[in-house]
């Protein structure tokens, strides 16, 4: 008898599951799950609630960061976020296939 097995990449999880799961695991002050695609709010919460201008400017700036060329980068090299400063808090944006991810921190 053969045996295949097959890779498993985790339940899917909805944007107020990762919500949920961003809240419990960071010390943000917002967050918001962005549509990679249309950029339409997912889910947020916190500063960024419903913050639909902070929304588009995060899409912008980690969609145009993207395009950096990234050929001859190391995978531990490849841009997997991108962190601003402002002062008082910071922004973190990251993306993946399906969503862009807004987590705001205040600075200690």
């Known amino acids: ?5 097959s890779k498993s990449i985790g339940p899917v999880r909805t944007p107020a599951e990762l919500l949920g ?4 695991s960071l010390p943000a002050i917002g967050i918001s799950i962005i549509d990679a695609k249309n950029g339409t709010i997912l889910a947020s919460s916190g500063d960024l609630e419903n913050d639909t ?3 588009q400017e995060a899409r912008a700036m980690i969609l145009e960061t993207k395009k950096l060329p990234q ?7 490849k841009l997997t976020s991108i962190s601003i400063a402002f002062s008082g808090c910071s922004l973190r944006i990251a993306m993946d296939e399906r969503y862009i991810y807004a987590v705001k921190t205040r600075d200690t």
């Open 1 to 5: 008898m053969s045996h295949t097995s």
């Open 21 to 24: 799961s961003i809240s419990n």
């Open 53 to 55: 201008q902070t929304a």
């Open 71 to 77: 050929e001859d980068a190391a995978d531990s090299e």
